[in-house]
């Protein structure tokens, strides 16, 4: 597991372009019948990534959960949201299985203890993207797929950036601890996500991207509103957001996106616009 610990605004403003890469970027997050997983300590969230291939792989192959969260099994006081952003494959979820189409949403609660993904197809396995959550309460486990999720049309071919908000791990949809997820799609032609930015103070927010051309990159903008930076990312990259960052991104193409968010609160709207013409 990769550990990644705060990062303050101040220090933030000296860092080259290679350090923010180290502490915000998360640059691979699958390999065949592996979990990668990388812990930051901003909100204590997880981001990892599966692609179960030969194996039926368990959630906590290769992470020591007692040393990485002081609990018995991953689950044990969190919960996690999944997306399968590959070909079919199926999550167990202590008994239950799920099976898990292109941009299908799982979530699970705290206190599952055995859970495990496998793909239908060994020559296009499945890729589970993932976040997880400290969590005090839990909910109910629930499989969600595109057209449950609430759909919020934003955006305008004039200012590149009309796209669709797809509102899964969501209070609109389902209770949650925490956690909230959702996914993005741009349309053909938009480039911009997230414009004019934002930040909020009550919690931290993941990107990770995808549905994005090889030969492609995302320019994902960071740092406090007057003092801007950013970070070069490629297809199936994600990157954190510390609470006092803004986090947007312009393409050289159209993509998709999927962020999470943890924190003190989980009021979609309850951020802190920043206007274009005060960016600098």
């Known amino acids: 597991m990769d550990i990644r610990y705060s990062v303050n605004q101040r ?32 909100d204590r969230m997880v981001t990892l990534g599966c692609m179960p291939v030969a194996e039926t792989v368990p959630l906590d192959k290769g992470i020591d959960c007692m040393k990485a969260f002081g609990t018995e099994f991953m689950l044990e006081r969190r919960e996690i949201g999944i997306f399968n952003l590959g070909g079919e494959g199926s999550v167990e979820a202590d008994g239950g299985t799920f099976s898990l189409s292109f941009q299908d949403c799982l979530y699970i609660t705290r206190g599952t203890r055995n859970v495990s993904f496998k793909s239908a197809d060994p020559g296009t396995p499945a890729k589970f993207y993932m976040v997880s959550a400290p969590a005090h309460k839990s909910c109910k486990t629930t499989f969600l ?19 669709v908000i797809n509102q899964f791990i969501h209070p609109d949809v389902l209770e949650t601890c925490q956690l909230s997820m959702g996914l993005t799609q ?3 032609g938009s480039v911009w996500n997230t414009m004019p930015p934002h930040t909020h103070e009550r919690r931290m927010e993941i990107y990770t991207y995808f549905n994005l051309p090889d030969d492609h990159a995302v320019f994902h903008m960071m740092g406090e509103g007057q003092q801007t930076r950013h970070i070069l990312v490629r297809n199936e990259q994600a990157v954190i957001s510390p609470s006092w960052s803004i986090h947007s991104g312009c393409g050289t193409s159209n993509y998709s996106f999927i962020w999470a968010m943890g924190g003190e609160n989980q009021t979609f709207t309850d951020m802190d616009a920043i206007p274009i013409n005060e960016l600098r």
């Open 145 to 163: 797929k595109m057209e449950d999720a609430k759909k919020v049309p934003l955006g305008a071919n004039e200012t590149s950036n009309k796209r």
């Open 11 to 42: 220090d933030f403003k000296r860092y080259t372009t290679e350090e923010i890469a180290n502490e915000f970027l998360i640059e691979s997050l699958y390999a065949p019948d592996t979990v990668k997983a990388v812990y930051t300590h901003i």
């Open 186 to 188: 741009l349309e053909s």
